[in-house]
């Protein structure tokens, strides 16, 4: 196995373009923000507007780590208050029978060293999806995706779960033949499965102290693993997914541990195309950190107060040993920034990084 690399920040290789990328994706997430802020009387988030799962954890960083690995906020062994949320991806407070993929973002707090510039508190985020690799190659081919999410917010609800269920259907279709659209799974045509049972990457790459990685989370209790690839029954239930996260959560504790991908070879594991898969067999996970929730609500009003009204998540904030990497990236700097500060105007509800869990 090859040495990791080393992180320089001649690493990445941004574009002329993505000051005008960036614009234009801010241009097409105020589209969607000014459309479910007029819908709703309320402003949510431009995408993954709807939580499903708001867990409070702690997370414990592992004595004795191999140096690569003992890295940034996983240097110094040692426990955290954490906030796990669970969601999807459009814009728009759907009906659950849409289905996309899922995403979870994490906020670990009490995470001392240098910060990333504006990223405000001692908190450091992880923003990730239940697929390996994402949706599009760079920052420019993302937008195209972008703008066609915010061409179908607020279009007719019935419509887009006729959609969805031709899209699973198709998807199901390339699955057999051994293949995937990451794109069929985005507008509609993902399965519908149980959040609490994927696993999650971060699919971009991140600076890991002297190296550079991908992140993963990876279920490990068996209240977890017991729903593994489990359909959610949507039929007559428009929250089906926050009702079955709440069940499961109020059952037991949960476990999961954060692995660490090292990249070891920059042209076989790029970090400007999140397309590529990292060679598991070049460079596999290992576990860096556990995660641990008790028995507890999977979703309540309370917390939705605390967490998708007061709080942001974006890979943006947290420390400098975890500065994001490549094209897409890049460009999520300013977009979430946007996001967030329009929330935050519409709804007259200021943001801050938490310093302590509410409980």
Sequence with gaps: MQEPIRFHHGL????????????????????ILETTSEDYG?????????????????????????????????????????????????????????????????????????????????????????????VAPDAETFLGSLKLLAKTTDRAE???????????????VIEAAGGESATLKTMGG???????????????????????????????SASLTRHGGERIEVDGRHDAIREDVDRAMREGPAEWELRVQLC????????EDPTVLWDEAESPFVTVARLRAEAQPGWSEDRAERIDEAMRFSP???????????????????????????????????MHEPSQLAG
């Design 264 to 271: 070891r070879d920059a042209e076989a594991m790029p970090i």
């Design 190 to 220: 993902a399965p519908n499965v149980h959040p609490l049972g994927e696993r999650y990457f971060t699919q971009t790459a991140y600076r890991y102290g002297d190296h550079v990685a991908k992140l993963s989370l990876v279920p490990v």
């Design 42 to 134: 309320h402003a949510v988030r431009a995408v993954h507007a709807k939580s499903h799962g708001l867990i409070e954890a702690e997370l414990t960083v592992l004595d004795g780590l191999a140096p690569e690995y003992a890295q940034g906020l996983f240097a110094t062994a040692g426990t955290h208050p954490a906030v796990i949320r669970l969601s999807t991806n459009p814009g728009d407070l759907l009906a659950d029978s849409i289905s996309v993929p899922r995403g979870l973002a994490l906020k670990v707090l009490k995470a001392e060293g240098e910060r990333l510039p504006g990223a405000e508190g001692d908190t450091q985020d992880f923003v990730m999806v239940n697929g390996p690799v994402f």
């Design 316 to 350: 943006w904030t947290g420390l400098e040993a975890h500065r994001p990497l490549g094209s897409v990236n890049r460009v999520r700097k300013a977009t979430y920034e946007a996001s967030a500060d329009f929330r935050s105007r519409f709804n007259r509800c200021p």
């Design 158 to 172: 019935w419509a887009k779960k006729a959609l969805s269920a031709v899209l699973r259907g198709a998807e199901r």
């Design 12 to 31: 990445e290789s941004p574009d002329e373009s993505e000051p005008q990328v960036t614009a234009d994706l801010i241009a097409a997430l105020q589209q």
